[in-house]
């Protein structure tokens, strides 16, 4: 059997376990996907990370099934979740909203390696380091 043709690739940052059929709807709508099997599929995969961010690449093939693929959330969530704060500063360069500690940081590095552009925890140190400095955070050597 020829493989499947690709008719459209789809990313949603949607809440884990709990999808909204708002935001499906609208990135969903246009692609002729299921999108309550989508939204099943989904909240089943996500329901033991209730309350995080669990973006996933939505394919959709020419015969409108769909295969849905995970990524790590965002890194800035991360470091909002780990310091328990809303959101970064305003304005990074004069405000800072808190410290992130070594071990925090090599912690959301480790979680985030597999969708970084990084070779190594060293590396991916750096990435996260650098998103939680443009967030008003400073960074415990």
Not at 7 to 31: Q, S, Y
Request: aromatic share 2%; hydrophobic share 40%; proline share 6%.
């Amino acid at each position: 059997m020829p493989p499947k043709k690709k008719t459209h690739v789809v990313t949603l940052a949607l809440e884990a376990g709990n999808a909204a059929m708002v935001d499906l709807g609208k990135m969903l709508g246009p692609t002729g996907a299921n999108m309550r099997a989508v939204k099943v599929e989904y909240d089943e995969a996500t329901a033991n990370q209730r309350g995080e961010i669990i973006p996933v690449v939505v394919t959709v093939f020419e015969d409108r099934s769909h295969q849905l693929t995970y990524k790590t959330p965002p890194t800035s969530f991360l470091i909002r979740k780990a310091l328990g704060i809303q959101s970064g500063a305003s304005n990074p360069l004069t405000q800072t909203v808190g410290t992130l500690s070594a071990d925090q940081i090599r912690t959301i590095a480790e979680r985030k390696l597999p969708d970084l552009n990084a070779n190594d925890v060293d590396a991916a140190i750096k990435v996260v380091a650098g998103t939680a400095r443009s967030m008003g955070v400073k960074v415990a050597e």
